[in-house]
């Protein structure tokens, strides 16, 4: 099992920029990473997955271009840097760990992190 907690949400006029950290413990060897959020009356949706080595990455496509998932393993975290923010991209961003080959196909791991709200004003 691996322990999460997710940092750096806030409020953010509409293209600026915010960097998500998770830190990890835990089971953290070996395991892929990534983030999805949550918009009010949505389900929650895939952002970005990391490879537990860092060498694949894979994004959805509404953050493609703009969004940038790192991992340091030093320091067991995940970082998720967003740029050009949207209106829509307000959500509660969550942390996620489990097995690389499924988040790299979009599909959640068994662990997650409480959340960050990310506000993005218009």
């Known amino acids: 099992q691996v322990q999460l907690v997710e940092s750096g949400g806030g409020l953010v006029q509409a293209g600026g920029s915010l960097r998500l950290s998770c830190a990890a413990s835990?089971?953290?060897?070996?395991?892929?990473m990534g983030w999805f959020r949550q918009a009010p009356g949505k389900e929650r949706e895939f952002v970005a997955a990391?490879?537990?080595?860092?060498?694949?990455?894979y994004y959805a496509d509404s953050v493609k271009g703009r969004f940038t998932i790192s991992r340091d393993n030093a320091k067991n975290t995940m970082y998720l840097q967003m740029n050009s923010l949207k209106p829509e991209d307000t959500a509660v961003y969550y942390c996620?760990?489990?097995?690389?080959?499924?988040?790299?196909?979009?599909?959640?791991?068994?662990?997650w992190g409480r959340g960050t709200q990310v506000t993005v004003s218009s």
């Open positions: 996620n760990a489990g097995l690389t080959h499924n988040l790299l196909s979009g599909r959640n791991g068994p662990d």
């Open positions: 990391i490879s537990w080595n860092g060498d694949r990455v």
């Open positions: 835990g089971r953290t060897f070996s395991t892929g």
